[in-house]
């Protein structure tokens, strides 16, 4: 079961995919430094920049909140990162925002680009759910042999990073 989100700004509007289940597990997160940042996306056809701020108060879990514009933040996420056949997969749960609360997982593949890009890509219902996945272990496992089919993604954001902290735990 996928649940999509409608989540809006000022005449912008975000739309999350909720997923049931994780891609692996918090046991099995890495981490990795180079999310670390505050992220500006790069427009296109005269949309406003979001701007994406990533920290970390562990160095194992991720605190995400976008927003977009000056305006206050849309919505704020914690994750996690895992490594599916050389793909990384962001886990982000728990979107805290007036309304709707969203139960579930938002799932993006990213890869950072040098010297200070981000590509977000959201993974989208491709039709799992009607092929028998019902356990965040048969998810695991249909992840492993379909992350790299196209049509498993959305559309990418690219972002540039526009400042940055120390990669280590929040003080």
């Not at 430094?33 to 949309?47: D, F, H, K, M, Q």
């Not at 895992?82 to 962001?90: A, D, K, Q």
């Not at 992840?143 to 089919?149: G, L």
Request: net charge negative.
């Amino acid at each position: 079961m996928l649940l999509v989100v409608p989540l809006g700004c000022e005449g912008v509007d975000f739309t999350l995919e909720a997923w049931p289940f994780p891609v692996g597990t918090e046991s099995q997160a890495l981490f990795d430094a180079g999310l670390i940042g505050v992220w500006r996306s790069i427009p296109t056809a005269g949309e406003e920049p979001a701007e994406l701020t990533i920290s970390s108060p562990d160095g194992r879990i991720y605190k995400i909140a976008m927003r977009e514009g000056g305006d206050d933040t849309a919505f704020e996420l914690t994750g996690f990162v895992v490594e599916v056949g050389g793909v990384r997969v962001l886990n982000a749960h728990d979107v805290k925002r007036q309304e709707p609360q969203v139960s579930g997982y938002v799932l993006f593949r990213y890869q950072l680009e040098a010297p200070d890009g981000l590509v977000l890509t959201p993974i989208e219902d491709d039709g799992s759910n009607k092929r028998g996945v019902g356990s965040a272990d048969e998810f695991f496992r249909f992840m492993q042999v379909h992350i790299h089919e196209g049509t498993l993604y959305g559309e990418s954001t690219h972002y540039r990073r526009v400042a940055l902290w120390g990669a280590g735990p929040e003080r």
